[in-house]
């Protein structure tokens, strides 16, 4: 699917569906993304994968990720990424916190291990980020303002026919926090998995499962597969999921990697 088309000749609408419907599929030539040009820097981010902590706060659902915050200044065009804190297990944590917006959590302030400081200048990471950046631009609120960025990795792995790996929440969803908030995925890898279905649903949907929903609620269903197949959400205006993991029959191992870019205004303190 083509986030923007426009007409042609015409560059495509600044914001493209996301800014239209509230949510788009997005691919790598939605995003403008030369996947041979960037081949050794998809490696370098795949392989991070390989190792990713298992969730501090949830062990055994078969949940491993990292996480960081980053600010981008609007009227620069700099991305900078925020120190994490020390941490005698994992180096450097970054908090994590979703407000009342995750059941599973609330008010909770979470501490995750944070993204190598070698991804910090992974070319196809900073394009991506930019990319959806670029889709969150067109609203008002995040013009003069430093804007928060949440680069999550996040990978649900199982290794034999019992286990089930689960998202956080597992129900459909918003991120909250702001009127500005989007969230954007990104699929980096997947092999051997059954499951992993994407929801895109109604915001009066979060708290519920797809199907405890009317079909009209449920506004696209959908299962990443291909490198950088992805979707992008403006939060306020609907609610998402993706559903638990299991191994699929091709051996003893599988995996769904994905990427998540958290876009939010910094609501000044003083």
Request: net charge negative; hydrophobic share 35%; aromatic share 8%.
């Amino acid at each position: 699917m083509v986030d923007n088309p426009g007409q042609p000749g015409q560059p495509p609408e600044h914001g493209g569906r996301v800014r239209r419907d509230g949510y788009a599929r997005l691919n790598a030539a939605d995003l403008g993304i030369d996947t041979a040009a960037l081949a050794e820097d998809f490696a370098r981010l795949a392989d991070t994968y390989q190792d990713l902590p298992p969730d501090p706060y949830a062990r055994e659902t078969r949940r491993f990720r990292r996480y960081s915050h980053a600010v981008y200044l609007p009227w620069t065009g700099e991305l900078s990424y925020i120190p994490g804190a020390p941490d005698e297990e994992f180096g450097s944590v970054t908090e994590y916190w979703q407000d009342e917006h995750n059941p599973e959590y609330p008010r909770m302030r979470r501490r995750l291990p944070d993204i190598p400081e070698a991804l910090h200048g992974n070319r196809l990471l900073d394009i991506l980020v930019r990319a959806d950046l670029d889709r969150a631009l067109w609203l008002e609120d995040l013009h003069r303002v430093p804007v928060y960025v949440g680069i999550h990795l996040i990978s649900l792995a199982v290794h034999d026919r019992a286990q089930v790996a689960v998202s956080s929440p597992n129900c459909l969803h918003q991120d909250g926090g702001s009127p500005a908030t989007f969230t954007f995925a990104h699929l980096v890898g997947r092999w051997n998995v059954k499951g992993g279905e994407n929801v895109i649903a109604t915001p009066e949907s979060a708290g519920r499962t797809p199907d405890t929903l009317p079909s009209e609620a449920i506004h696209d269903r959908f299962v990443l597969t291909e490198p950088l197949d992805g979707y992008g959400v403006h939060d306020r205006r609907v609610s998402h999921y993706v559903g638990p993991v299991h191994l699929g029959d091709g051996g003893s191992d599988g995996r769904r990697d994905i990427l998540i870019v958290g876009i939010a205004p910094y609501t000044p303190g003083l």
